[in-house]
């Protein structure tokens, strides 16, 4: 079979085999190029500033008339008025506090259920296939049966969504959990380290990711069943006032309300961001980080 010749820039004569790569291009790497803070803050505040502008034409142009949906303005002022008589602050600190309690006790139960199945045959043997069948009830389901347990208190709607963010927590965790490195877990053993060692030293860290991309999961599902919770009679809180708006057709308390509900959501991502940051920083400052963003 005759060799392949390398290809070589035109005019260059071949002489022997230094000749043939002597016109080759050296290959050179894509470069990123690094983009400011600044300009990343920019363009992520574009796409919320076209939905304002265009909610801003369509009230100014009478498309949308105040009883379907309130202008910008009218819902600047019904949050100046909302906050000037301390309705909005009492009830963004009752909401906030439901959805802090249940969250911190979903993430606790999905953790630890995650950790002794992925990590425990028995456990996995035990637990899991339960555990994924109550993952496929939907949580608002429950609402009737958990008026009906607890009544219209404020355990109802803590437990409600802590059901709701246990199961994003149990499956991430428990995925993470059996990707780690078997090798690294034997070599720990074979150092005489504890379960317990091992979990701490080498399953968590492992399973990061998996742990904050169940964290997202979570926190954005804390907050929907937040406004579930707020449906089962509540006399304080976003839901509260939304009902209460409601009554009045009040839609610029509504649209407050409305984007509240938005804010928390964005302000839960922004905390998972910031602690992959913090966390996981080699993601932001790795090789082709940034690429294709």
């Known amino acids: 079979m005759a060799a392949t010749r390398l290809p070589y820039r035109e005019g260059h004569k071949a002489q022997g085999p230094a000749a043939d790569t002597a016109g080759l291009v050296a290959p050179r790497p894509p470069a990123h190029r690094a983009r400011s ?3 990343a803050v920019t363009v992520r505040a574009l796409g919320p500033l076209a939905l304002l502008a265009l909610w801003w034409v369509a009230s100014a142009t009478g498309v949308l008339t105040p009883d379907v949906l309130a202008s910008p303005a009218d819902v600047v002022r019904a949050t100046g008025e909302l906050w000037g008589n301390g309705q909005l602050p009492d009830a963004l600190a009752t909401s906030l506090t439901r959805s802090g309690i249940g969250l911190l006790i979903g993430l606790a139960a999905g953790l630890t259920l995650g950790v002794v199945t992925g990590f425990t045959r028995l456990g996995d043997e035990l637990l899991d296939s339960s555990l994924q069948t109550l993952r496929t009830i939907p949580f608002l389901a429950l609402v009737p049966l958990f008026m009906v347990w607890f009544g219209i208190n404020e355990i109802a709607k803590i437990l409600l969504i802590a059901v709701a963010t246990t199961f994003p927590m149990y499956v991430s ?11 690294l877990v034997e070599a720990m053993r074979s150092f005489g380290v504890g379960r317990i060692g091992i979990v701490r030293e080498v399953v968590l860290p492992g399973a990061l990711p998996s742990l904050l991309a169940g964290l997202r999961l979570s926190m954005t599902l804390s907050v929907i069943a937040l406004i579930a919770a707020e449906e089962i009679n509540a006399t304080a809180g976003i839901g509260y ?4 708006a409601q009554s009045y057709a ?10 509240v509900y938005g804010l928390l959501g964005l302000a839960a991502d922004g905390i998972v961001r910031f602690l992959e940051r913090v966390l996981m ?5 790795g090789p082709g980080a940034g690429a294709g963003r």
Do not use: E, F, H
């Not at 006032?241 to 209460?244: E, T």
């Open 37 to 39: 803070r600044t300009y």
């Open 241 to 244: 006032l939304m009902s209460q």
């Open 250 to 259: 009040r839609t610029d308390i509504l649209a407050v309300c409305i984007l």
């Open 281 to 285: 920083p080699w993601r932001s400052a």
């Open 173 to 183: 965790t428990a995925g993470g959990v059996r990707n780690t490195d078997r090798k």
